[in-house]
């Protein structure tokens, strides 16, 4: 489905990119052609993007804001403009209805993914020191960094040097 | 023999492919007894490495056991003795072998020509990674051929089981060079991007070398919960401003020693410049996403030290030059040295000093890798590292 919102939002955007006028006709939006055109370049790009992730959620939900730009772009239309309403109506209607399906898209996406602000396993217990982690804290210091990854003694400040000299 | 085959941007298939062969007197063949997955293999799976071909065979994190030698490698090896690869291919004899600088070793790439136009001079030969790198068979498979296999083998004890050692090959001297290379002192305080399996290794690393203080930064919990158990004090950029952050735990002054365990992919998609890079990559104007180089050159105490461990690989756009050039950094990078440490790193897993095998998450049969690549590059099931067993 995500893949089908990337097409749909390339093919949108050329058109509200490159006829801006028939676009705005047909949604009963007078005057708002250099708006329109914006928002076919705001389609292309989050279409390409959609295309091109792996990770598709956070551009469907980036349609979904989109999609409250163009209803609220429409509902100021009607407002302004009596004798289109019927248009701008029936525009508002389709706006709504792919606004629910790309929320549910954007949903699913997240889903299969799972809810990654919560822990899907607790490694809480792996810490990788046989010895625990208090006896792993310096147990190598004694093995010899190679000259060309050292930090030019020039460099160091006097607290590097004496804390190393003691360390060793 | 079954082979993870590469076929394009997020098509890898299990495969039944021709067994490898004796091609050179310095060759030998190991039967893999187990392989990994490893991070740098997702940016061939997505295809953000140029030079993929499709057939390839993936995989550079190997061992097993050695089941035919080429003339000139009896010396070295023998049939049955127990090996991990490193995923660098080493000739042991140019002048950067012999300075211990084997991950550009100058004779091992057999596509040098192609080395040469893309990055100025050949670096080694890799297996399973790009023809940039050789274009070399990887490990991920039932058979391997090892080039220059005199010099390209980590003996191993026959004692201590697989996953303690695997990671000898790639993983383990990467972390611990990514934190070697910044020469910690025991006043230091170490911030560390990633807690993937490189950003995991070089945490203990740095707790293994005598940091003072060790953060970690990273966005999935489970990873994290891995970090903090390893001695790393954690924080989610997510939830909380890195910058704020480290700055907080340090006085103010920053980390004196910054780590990039995360490299070209990175994720942050909260920040602006992480989104003018997905654009940028989207639109091909761009091949990596360095948000965490942006990060690391901001934050760092002056007269600091950058490690990048994180694998990059082309042309990265708005580079704080400026902050690195006038702060002083040293900046220290490349792939691993892998032959420079693995002598102490065994002696570390023998003596018990460490158990890499931590870090493995998943352990499957050969024949599920397409599926776990997905798993692993989705973060899916807790997924922090995939074994396979062939």
């Known amino acids: ?168 | 023999m079954r082979a993870l085959v590469w076929h394009g941007t997020a098509d890898i298939r299990c495969e039944r492919v021709p067994d490898p062969e004796i091609e050179d007197d310095r060759d030998a063949i190991i039967k893999v007894t187990s392989c990994a997955i490893c991070g740098s293999d997702l940016h061939l799976f997505d295809h953000f490495m140029p030079g993929m071909k499709s057939g390839d065979i993936m995989g550079h994190e190997t061992m097993g056991e050695v089941v035919e030698v080429g003339s000139a490698a009896k010396s070295a090896l023998k049939v049955g003795d127990r090996v991990v690869i490193p995923f660098t291919i080493i000739c042991g004899e140019c002048e950067q072998c012999k300075r211990g600088n084997f991950s550009v070793c100058e004779r091992s790439n057999r596509n040098k020509n192609l080395g040469d136009k893309v990055f100025g001079h050949t670096t080694a030969g890799l297996f399973g990674y790009t023809h940039l790198t050789g274009g070399y068979a990887g490990g991920q498979a039932e058979y391997l051929r090892v080039p220059f296999a005199d010099k390209t083998h980590i003996k191993v004890p026959d004692s201590i089981p697989d996953e303690k050692l695997l990671f000898l090959s790639d993983i383990f001297p990467t972390g611990w060079q990514g934190a070697a290379q910044c020469d910690i002192q025991p006043t230091d305080t170490v911030a560390i991007w990633g807690c993937g399996p490189v950003g995991q290794m070089t945490i203990r690393s740095a707790i293994l070398l005598g940091a003072k203080q060790v953060i970690a930064i990273d966005r999935l919990p489970e990873r994290l919960s891995m970090a903090e158990a390893g001695g790393a004090i954690t924080i989610n950029f997510e939830e909380e401003s890195v910058i704020d952050r480290l700055n907080e735990l340090t006085g103010g002054k920053g980390p004196e020693k910054c780590i990039d365990a995360v490299g070209l992919e990175a994720h942050a998609t909260g920040s602006i410049d992480s989104m003018y890079d997905r654009a940028k990559q989207a639109m091909m104007l761009e091949t990596d996403r360095p948000h965490v180089l942006r990060e690391m050159m901001y934050v760092c105490r002056p007269a600091g030290v950058l490690s990048i461990p994180g694998v990059y690989g082309g042309l990265l756009d708005k580079i704080p030059l400026g902050a690195v050039m006038n702060k002083g950094l040293t900046i220290r990078t490349g792939q691993t040295h892998v032959n420079r440490w693995t002598d102490d790193l065994l002696t570390l897993v023998v003596e018990n000093q460490i158990d890499p095998s931590f870090v493995i998450t998943h352990t499957e049969p050969l024949e599920r890798g397409p599926e776990m690549y997905k798993t692993f590059r989705d973060k899916q099931d807790g997924c922090v590292k995939v074994v396979l067993k062939p």
Not at chain 1, 11 to 35: D, K, S, V
Not at chain 1, 128 to 149: E, N, S, T, V
């Open chain 1, 1 to 168: 489905m995500a893949k089908g919102l990337g097409y749909l939002s390339i093919a949108l955007g050329a058109a509200e990119l490159l006829a801006p006028r028939a676009m705005c006709r047909a949604a009963g939006l007078n005057g708002m052609e250099p708006l329109v055109r914006s928002y076919g370049a705001r389609e292309i790009a989050t279409g390409v993007a959609i295309l091109t992730s792996h990770n598709r959620a956070p551009w469907i939900w980036g349609r979904v804001a989109g999609d409250m730009a163009d209803i609220a772009t429409v509902a100021t239309g009607i407002r302004q403009n009596g004798e289109k309403t019927t248009n701008a109506i029936l525009t508002l209607a389709a706006l709504a209805a792919v606004t629910a399906v790309d929320v549910m898209c954007a949903s699913g996406l997240e889903s299969e993914k799972g809810n990654r602000k919560t822990a899907v396993a607790d490694y809480s217990d792996r810490s990788g020191f046989p010895g625990g982690l208090q006896a792993a804290r310096g147990a190598a210091r004694h093995l010899k960094i190679p000259a060309d990854m050292k930090t030019p003694e020039i460099l160091k400040t006097p607290e590097m040097s004496s804390s190393a000299q003691a360390a060793s």
